[in-house]
């Protein structure tokens, strides 16, 4: 049985005192809750911050991005072991922001994956198709050439520390989520692509959370898809209550 698993993505919102409260109201609110995995990734600038209110409690701290050098003369860059040394255990790669508004690609993707792996972070990998690729019928191809790109040379072994994230760009802060049945088809699709490179067993374990408009009134039929093992949550994720809700839709 997967444990779900609820990841909030504050994206660029937040200033570092409602980034402190937010954190210290989730904190209050799981307290003695651990029926669902939960973390939470603010912007780089308050993961420290926000390391200090999470240190000893069920919320794990992550981040949206990371560069795919350890160190050197990469200006503005952040590297993951930075991230690792701040506390974090999650990073986010290939968000559909960074591929579609940064140009980011599946090679760029797949170096940073890497990097972030060796560095002892746990990926949050997200892929999801444009709604012209979903009406042109050719959603399954795009996740497959994302699969196959982001994940070229990951081996079996790593994929304990890997989280897919099913995000469709139409339903991103949309307020149009995939129906359950568009997200359970296609965790499937995802499932069975991951059993066909990596073994059966090793796509059972897989964490596989959606993303895209979820919130606490659609989070119950979308996280208790078969497939569905938990979310990647924007909007709603910068309310307590609202992220709460979701949680709690996913016990
Ligand atoms: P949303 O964003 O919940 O605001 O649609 C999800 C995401 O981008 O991860």
């Known amino acids: 049985m997967r444990k779900k698993f609820i990841a909030g993505n504050w994206k660029m919102f937040t200033d570092l005192a409602t ?3 937010l954190t210290q109201e989730i904190v209050t609110l ?7 995995d939960v973390a939470i990734c603010p912007p780089f600038t308050y993961i420290q911050a926000v390391g200090e209110i999470v240190k000893g409690s069920n919320i794990s701290l992550g981040a949206q991005n990371c560069f795919h050098e350890k160190e050197g003369a ?4 952040i590297s993951p072991n930075m991230l690792a040394d701040l506390g974090c255990k999650y990073v986010i790669l290939g968000h559909s ?16 994956v890497h ?22 019928n050719k959603t399954n191809d795009i996740l497959k050439n994302q699969l196959d790109g982001s994940l070229a040379g990951v081996n079996k072994d790593n994929l304990d520390s890997l989280v897919l994230a099913y995000e469709p760009v139409w339903a991103i802060g949309t307020g149009h989520n995939a129906t359950p049945q568009q997200a359970q088809d296609t965790h499937a699709f995802i499932r069975s692509w991951v059993s066909k490179h990596h073994g059966a067993e090793t796509a059972s374990k897989l964490i596989i959370q959606y993303g895209g408009s979820v919130k606490p009134d659609n989070a119950a039929s979308l996280l208790h898809q078969a497939d569905v093992d938990g979310g990647l949550i924007g909007g709603a994720s910068l309310k307590a209550d609202q992220f709460l ?6 016990m």
């Open 115 to 136: 990097a972030a792996l060796a560095s002892g972070l746990k990926v949050i990998l997200c892929l999801g198709e444009t709604l012209d690729e979903r009406q042109a």
């Open 245 to 250: 809700g979701i949680i709690r839709a996913g």
């Open 19 to 21: 980034a402190k409260k």
């Open 74 to 77: 990469f200006t503005g860059e």
């Open 97 to 112: 922001e960074r591929r579609h508004k940064m140009g980011e690609c599946d090679v760029t993707i797949n170096k940073k």
């Open 30 to 36: 799981m307290a003695g809750n651990n029926k669902v």
